[in-house]
T-cell receptor
Framework: AQSVTQLGSHVSVSEGALVLLRCNYS??????LFWYVQYPNQGLQLLLK??????LVKGINGFEAEFKKSETSFHLTKPSAHMSDAAEYFC?????????????FGAGTRLFVKA | DTGVSQNPRHKITKRGQNVTFRCDPI?????LYWYRQTLGQGPEFLTY????????KSRLLSDRFSAERPKGSFSTLEIQRTEQGDSAMYLC????????????????FGAGSRLTVL
């Protein structure tokens, strides 16, 4: 079965600082991995996805994530935080084996950006 | 296309009452998912449909919960005899069938239906 662990329920950075949100996954087969973002009072939207092509994935708003199979990680980064990045971020895994069409989400990391 | 639409956005009910939520997915998406999200948690999978067939239900879903997608278009999620523990945001998402369209495997979410059980 697939699972996702996000390290840190809250992360606080200063505007202009590096953003690093950690995600580790568990999957018995090569997974599809995603980061979704949820802004206040809005639905979840896709930030980026990994589907076995390039291991470094670029997403919207300057975010990127690197798939590291040896570490079973898919950490999300952004070189310079902006106030508008304040939101909740969810890492998710989707299995590709039989019965694995559901996407499993981590508990989320809330990002705070200080002026 | 206007995206995934959910109604009502907010529902306040008394314990023991029945509630129903509706989801209208993106029209060309064959798969439709229901999730539940509580404060401080990620979306928790409840069930999903491919066209009108309900292919998987979470073991966490009690018998008080039922979902339908009768014509393979919109879906309803009904909760009978609501309990205070049912208070949550109920999220609907849809996706195209894997491998047939761009964006396959990607979920498009609605804004959610917030349930408060008093």
């Amino acid at each position: 079965a697939q699972s996702v662990t996000q390290l840190g329920s809250h992360v606080s950075v200063s505007e202009g600082a590096l953003v690093l949100l950690r995600c580790n996954y568990s999957s018995s087969v090569p997974p599809y991995l995603f980061w979704y973002v949820q802004y206040p009072n809005q639905g979840l939207q896709l930030l980026l996805k990994y589907t076995s092509a390039a291991t470094l994935v670029k997403g919207i708003n300057g975010f990127e994530a690197e798939f590291k199979k040896s570490e079973t990680s898919f950490h999300l980064t952004k070189p310079s935080a902006h106030m508008s990045d304040a939101a909740e971020y969810f890492c998710a895994v989707r299995g590709v084996q039989a019965g694995g069409f559901k996407t499993i989400f981590g508990a989320g990391t809330r990002l705070f950006v200080k002026a | 296309d206007t995206g995934v639409s959910q109604n009502p956005r907010h529902k306040i009910t008394k314990r023991g009452q029945n509630v129903t939520f509706r989801c209208d997915p993106i029209s060309e998406h064959n798969r439709l998912y229901w999730y539940r999200q509580t404060l401080g948690q990620g979306p928790e999978f409840l069930t999903y449909f491919q066209n009108e067939a309900q292919l998987e239900k979470s073991r966490l879903l009690s018998d008080r919960f039922s979902a339908e997608r009768p014509k393979g278009s919109f879906s309803t999620l009904e909760i009978q005899r609501t309990e205070q523990g049912d208070s949550a945001m109920y999220l609907c998402a849809s996706s195209p069938i894997q491998g047939t369209q761009s964006g396959a495997n990607v979920l498009t979410f609605g804004a959610g239906s917030r349930l408060t059980v008093l």
